[in-house]
């Protein structure tokens, strides 16, 4: 979180100008699995790019080790028991503030698109629990942020080109981008990789399935990689 909203609200204070925020997020997607880190047999030249011009890390932890929890983290800065999302299903509390809400009340237009985020309920609630959804107003980003969007990976080029359609000219932007990629299922690739080239990491067994999963895994983060460049031609 002090990555991604400290640093421009200090810039802000300081009369700096107000930069844009992308907040790209893949699901499941372990860091070996890069180019840059050195994963040479898939191509990942978009993101490679991306961390070159910018920063890798080289030494960093998640909050936890499950989606909903882990992205509590990312947008609001607190730890999950804190922010008390510790399950699944859990919408976020409304007196829990993120990062976008801040940044809208420093002049930001914000919004989010692509694979469901996980941090209002379920995405198809039982009639009995969207019932509380309801009764108790517990589904809260269509408030949280300007621009609200999540069917699926798919549309996310074209989402993001109507968010900036749709923002004033005069204000700055907070973006958050959600990719399905690479969870499973691995059904989406550009190419195929040969099982034969990955390189197996130590916790699992060299066996033929081991190796033809991770390399169904590698081709759907090289699709993620594609999307992501699409995205950034923007």
């Known amino acids: 979180m002090q990555a991604l ?13 107000r930069p844009n925020i992308l907040f790209v997020l893949s699901d499941d997607h372990s860091y070996p699995y890069l180019g840059i880190y050195g994963a040479d047999w898939m191509s990942t030249p978009n993101l490679d790019r991306f961390g070159r011009e910018g920063m890798v890390f080289e030494r960093a932890f998640t909050a936890a080790p499950q989606c909903v929890p882990s992205r509590t983290a990312l947008m609001t800065g ?7 999302m510790g399950r699944f299903s859990a919408p976020l509390p409304v007196d829990v503030i993120t990062a976008p809400e801040v940044l809208r009340t420093r002049g ?19 009639p009995v629990v969207n019932q509380i959804y309801e009764k108790h107003n517990l589904r809260t980003w269509k408030k949280r942020v300007d621009f609200l969007d999540v069917s699926n990976q798919t549309n996310t080029t074209r989402l993001f080109g109507e ?21 499973h299922p691995w059904d989406q690739k550009v190419r195929d990789i040969d099982p034969a080239s990955v390189k197996i990491p130590p916790h699992l067994p060299d066996l033929p399935g081991i190796r033809r999963d ?9 699709h993620a990689d594609r999307d992501f460049g699409e995205q950034m031609e923007r």
Request: aromatic residues 16%; proline residues 9%; charged residues 20%.
């Open 5 to 17: 909203a400290g640093a421009p609200l200090a810039m802000m204070a300081e009369g700096a100008t």
């Open 78 to 84: 607190r730890s999950p028991v804190a922010a008390r």
């Open 108 to 126: 930001y237009y914000t919004g989010v698109c692509g694979r469901y985020f996980h941090l209002d309920g379920v995405t198809n609630p039982t």
């Open 163 to 183: 968010f900036l359609a749709k923002k004033p000219k005069d204000r700055p932007w907070f973006f958050w981008i959600n990719y399905n990629d690479p969870h």
């Open 214 to 222: 991770l390399a169904a895994y590698c081709a759907e983060i090289e």
